[in-house]
């Protein structure tokens, strides 16, 4: 028995999954605190199922909240980069180009100092530790309070980074450090940007380890925490402190392996409608289609994988409202806050939710407090609603066939019936809660990240032992063997060491058999970090 | 006439080099990022069309020089291609009246804007190769008798290095290389001096307004949720080139590369949709040849681009991985490309291919796809 929870910024849902069936779901708004959010949840699961949640064999958790928190550039650490290479890169410094209220938010400072290395592994410059401890001191005086440390080749030699965080680390033992080869690859602004998002995050990955924790242990469950990370696997909570930014397109992942699991189709487009926004990607395969390019988040540039979604401001919480312009929906969201401010909640503002139930097209709270909506609103409303979607959905298409829509989410009793473009709209049972089945099938992966030697001729062989070396690994980790994926492979020559070394990363990823317990798996292994 | 670079023009032209960069010449956006930093601290960027250059007025190109995986991680200071310019123009003991670029593909069409600003003078629309190609001899300047020497070489600390070998552009070639590995892998040039006569006679003429072309096609069809490809198409369609076609839609199986020599060099494995025939790439720095099977489909100087599937995006040789959805794009060379003292220096040959050159348009009229 697997419990999935999703905590989105608007819902918390949580599922029940056994042997493959989902056996209890439910939707509870999600809590300032986090955690009463999950209680509620699983106390709700408990009541529905009559299930013994004790006894589940792991609980799988997507949250959407670090991602939110940059979109909303709140609850971010006051944040500096150093960036180690001079005198190389001073005609693009660090946040450059970064939207300027995300660099208010993290009250973002850039350091440029000596070091760096070449891509054959000799150094740019000498590290210079005074000057280091000195932007460190600076910045801390301007109240940083989490650093990101980028030096030019560590993918390929990590040494500076490493000496860097250990200089730091004596002197400030309590500010947490992000170094850029432990989150990106070759390419130093997305690999920086990357670092300074993580580094922003590392507060509030603190603080929501700590109160996911004591929620579940609250519960009664004493099964590992996992938290599902981009490409559909899971990390434990410590890796959760360390590198919050792995969540990123985990919501996006979550809602879509789940509509493929729910709907049964593999060919489709998914529109998750949460509280606050709209998330549209592209099932193929049964798998999300990647986004080809670099990824921007909130107009910064990283070089994440990422599934190739488009979100835009329109959900359940969306804000309603008539002008002398017409009729608004969104983009702002009373978001959590749904079940106190909407009308149909006994508040005073006027959200989508709302119109849906004045249209009849929804049973949820109070109907009788929208008696008084103006027919005229809630018209103009869902025929704006209707249009933002099929907007969307055409964005996404590849080409002018119509294509199945498989609406999830809490918020998908917006998507109307029939949608331009679209063949058939799908809403497959407990469509409402797609993000926690995702995130409760996750897969397990395998990871192998280290250096080979590669014999004139052999490239060929060495890559087929790092594949099945990744592949072995998923088995281990519990993944079914048919089900394996190889997901990622990464070479990077490293010139500078004899006998043509290439640090080769290849990762592989497979489903976890269906009720087989995910407590006696091991973690997949991070591999060597050079 | 002479115009000045807007910003929206900036982005098309570097959306549209990159396409032209065949997969090599460097990432746009960085050199893209280094011009905008230029035009937010105030300066400006004149275009000229070579027509408006008079016979003596006189023309340094300005570049950057090495392996493109090294500049997407070694970042320019932005003071490098500059201090070239102005350690060549003392050496000469004569001030530039504009800039060129030697290479209208990928960072290098963006390198002579960001001298024009800094060094205030023109850029003028043309360029030496094309598209992007490897080495320094591979210009239309060298081919048509201009000699690259005296040439100066600048690294981000500073250093300058002066290379002179006379008449031999391909000896200039191999010191200048020696010393850009020594750099790093990475530095910045100031070359080919000459008049503006010279530059009438020998350089490929508005090759950055064909890059900004491209750009702007690709970005308004996207808008108008028309074809980006067929875009594409037209636009090169209009220019000298003439003639753009797809040899693939599929997905990417198989990326092998290394530095070699100061080289990224390698081969990209392609799966067509369509079940049909694997597609190889071979580049070094650039894509050189395309195989369909064991068939040669388009070959060096025309030009072999990888395109993002849904944006029509190029994709560069270093930004290729495992599982894209891409589509490759062919298109062939103006005739001042294809002459054959100009098929001596860059025909397939010069790669250590030993297939014939054909062109590109004949390739894919002879076995079209599928």
Same mark, same amino acid.
Request: with cysteine.
């Given at each position: ?80 980069? %150093? ?100 989150? !990106? ?149 009373? !978001? ?195 | ?118 060094? !205030? ?64 892998? &990475? ?26 072309? %491209?750009?702007? &096609? %690709? ?152």
């Amino acid at each position: 028995m697997i419990i999935g929870i999703d905590v989105g910024g608007t819902n918390t849902d949580a599922v029940i999954l056994d042997d493959g069936v989902v056996v209890a779901a439910t939707k509870t708004t999600t809590t300032p605190d986090v955690t009463s959010g999950i209680t509620a949840a699983v106390d709700r699961l408990r009541e529905m199922s009559g299930a013994d949640v004790s006894a589940a064999s792991a609980v799988m958790i997507g949250t959407t909240h670090f991602v939110n928190a940059l979109v909303e550039a709140q609850r971010l650490s006051p944040t500096a980069v %150093i960036r180690l290479g001079l005198p190389a890169g001073a005609g693009l410094p660090p946040l450059v180009g970064w939207p300027a209220r995300i660099v208010a938010a993290i009250a973002g400072q850039a350091f440029m100092v000596h070091g760096g290395h070449e891509f054959d592994g000799r150094k740019i410059s000498d590290l210079r530790p005074t000057e280091l401890l000195d932007a460190v001191d600076k910045a801390l005086a301007n109240g940083a309070e989490s650093i990101a440390i980028s030096s030019i080749y560590s993918p390929v030699n990590a040494e500076f980074e490493l000496v860097a965080e250990d200089l730091i680390a004596r002197k400030y033992p309590d500010v947490p450090v992000t170094l850029s080869h432990q989150i !990106g690859r070759l390419g130093l602004l997305e690999r920086e940007n990357a670092a300074v998002i993580n580094a922003a995050l590392r507060a509030l990955a603190r603080d929501i380890s700590a109160a996911l924790t004591s929620a579940i242990r609250n519960l009664g469950i004493a099964a590992p925490l996992f938290v599902s990370q981009n490409d559909g696997t899971v990390m434990d909570l410590d890796f959760t402190r360390r590198y919050p930014v792995n969540t990123f397109a985990s919501g996006p992942t979550n809602s879509m392996r789940g509509a493929a699991f729910l709907s049964g189709l593999t060919e489709c487009v998914v529109v998750d409608v949460g509280g606050t926004t709209t998330d549209v990607g592209m099932l193929q395969s049964g798998y999300p289609r990647e986004a080809a390019l670099e990824t921007e988040v909130e107009g910064i540039r990283t070089n994440f994988r990422m599934p190739d979604v488009l979100s835009v401001g329109l959900g359940g919480g969306s804000r309603v409202r008539a002008g002398a312009d017409g009729v608004t929906v969104g983009p702002d969201s009373v !978001g959590y806050r749904i079940g106190t401010e909407a009308l149909v909640f006994g508040g005073q503002t006027l959200t989508a939710t709302d119109v849906a139930v004045a249209a009849g097209l929804a049973d949820i709270g109070d109907a009788s407090l929208v008696a008084d909506v103006p027919g005229g609103t809630v018209d103009a409303a869902l025929e704006q609603i209707r249009l933002i979607l099929a907007n969307t959905v055409d964005r996404m298409r590849t080409s002018t066939d119509p294509v199945d829509v498989v609406a999830v989410g809490g918020g998908s009793i917006l998507v109307p019936a029939e949608l331009a473009g679209a063949r058939e709209v799908h809403r497959p049972a407990n469509f409402a809660v797609a993000n926690a089945i995702g995130a409760a099938i996750a897969q397990v992966g395998g990871e192998v990240d280290r250096i080979f030697g590669v014999p004139a001729g052999q490239r060929e062989q060495v890559l087929d032992t790092a594949k099945q070396e990744a592949v072995d690994k998923a088995i281990a980790a519990g993944a079914a063997p048919s089900s394996i994926k190889i997901v990622e492979i990464d070479e990077v020559p490293l010139a500078y060491l004899p006998g043509n070394a290439v640090r080769v990363r290849v990762k592989a990823v497979g489903d976890l058999p269906m009720g087989r317990s995910a407590a006696t798996n091991a973690l997949p292994d991070r591999g060597v970090r050079t | 006439m002479s115009r000045r670079l807007t910003e929206q023009e900036l982005v098309d032209m570097a959306a549209g080099a990159a396409i032209m960069g065949t997969g090599g010449g460097g990432d746009p956006l960085v050199g893209r990022l280094l011009v905008q930093q230029a035009l937010d601290t105030g300066l400006t960027v004149e275009i000229i069309a070579p027509e408006e250059l008079d016979d003596d007025d006189f023309v340094i190109s300005t570049a950057m020089m090495g392996a493109p995986s090294v500049v997407v991680e070694k970042l320019a200071n932005g003071n490098e291609a500059v201090g070239s310019l102005r350690t060549l123009e003392a050496h000469l003991g004569r001030t530039a009246d504009a800039t060129v670029p030697m290479e209208c593909g990928g960072l290098n069409s963006m390198i002579p804007l960001l001298v024009a600003a800094r060094a !205030g003078i023109p850029v003028v629309d043309a360029d030496g190769m094309g598209r992007a190609f490897p080495e320094l001899q591979m210009e239309t300047f060298g081919v048509y008798g201009i000699s690259g020497s005296p040439l100066v070489i600048s690294d981000e600390k500073g250093h300058t290095v002066l290379v002179d070998t006379g008449e031999d552009n391909v000896r200039m070639e191999t010191f200048a290389r020696a010393v850009t590995i020594q750099m790093g892998g &990475a530095s910045f040039i100031a070359e080919y001096p000459m008049s503006g006569a010279d530059l009438k006679r020998t350089g490929i003429p508005h090759t950055l307004s064909l890059a900004s072309g %491209i750009g702007r &096609a %690709i970005r308004e069809a996207r808008a108008a949720h028309a074809d980006p490809f067929a875009a594409l198409v037209d636009a090169v369609k209009g220019s000298i080139y003439g003639y753009a076609t797809s040899l693939l839609e599929g997905k990417i199986i198989d990326v092998e590369r290394s530095i070699v020599g100061g080289f990224t060099a390698g081969r990209v494995t392609l799966a067509p949709f369509d079940d049909g025939e694997l597609l190889t790439i071979e580049f070094r720095n650039e894509n050189v040849v395309a195989r369909r099977g064991d068939r040669v489909v388009a070959v060096v100087p025309d030009l072999i681009t990888v395109l993002d599937l849904e944006s029509c995006t190029a994709i560069t040789t270093e930004a290729l991985r495992f599982g894209q959805r891409v589509r490759v794009v062919a298109i062939s060379t103006p005739a001042i490309m294809r002459t054959p003292e100009a098929l001596r220096v860059w025909g397939p040959q010069a790669f250590g291919i030993d297939d014939p050159w054909v062109p590109v348009e004949d390739l894919t009229a002879l076995h079209l796809p599928g």
